[in-house]
Nanobody
Framework: VQVVESGGGFVEPGGSLQLSCAASGFVFSSSAMSWARQAPGKGLEWLGGVYSDRTTRYNDSMKGRFTISRDNAKNTAYLQINSLKPEDTAVYYC??????????????????????WGRGTQVIVSS
């Protein structure tokens, strides 16, 4: 199982960004994908996830500016962030339980101790 995040960068406040998570090594279309972030000096914050049927679940505090989606044809999950704020500065991670022994887990994982997570992509929001 491998997941690789991309799309981070330097953005001015009020801007938007779409992060991507390219997945391989498991049946992507049958597995849920999750997003989390870690701001400087803070712990991991779970943002939400998308199930195999494209339904989503979000951290209640993240509703509104964050949109998670997936493209099964591209084995890629996405995190769209609008109206970026300086406090959104963080490393953003995607994760999944993937599949094991022909069993795929359509479960949105919420901690990096559960499942497989990438190395993250840095987002810096500053003027």
């Amino acid at each position: 199982v491998q997941v690789v995040e991309s799309g981070g960068g330097f953005v001015e406040p009020g801007g938007s960004l779409q992060l991507s998570c390219a997945a391989s090594g498991f049946v992507f279309s049958s597995s849920a994908m999750s997003w989390a972030r870690q701001a400087p000096g803070k712990g991991l914050e779970w943002l939400g996830g998308v199930y195999s049927d494209r339904t989503t679940r979000y951290n209640d505090s993240m509703k509104g500016r964050f949109t998670i989606s997936r493209d099964n044809a591209k084995n890629t999950a996405y995190l769209q962030i609008n109206s970026l704020k300086p406090e959104d500065t963080a490393v953003y991670y995607c994760g999944t339980r993937g599949c094991k022994e022909k069993v795929c887990y359509d479960i949105v994982v919420e901690t990096t101790t559960d499942g497989y997570w990438g190395r993250g992509t840095q987002v810096i929001v500053s003027s």
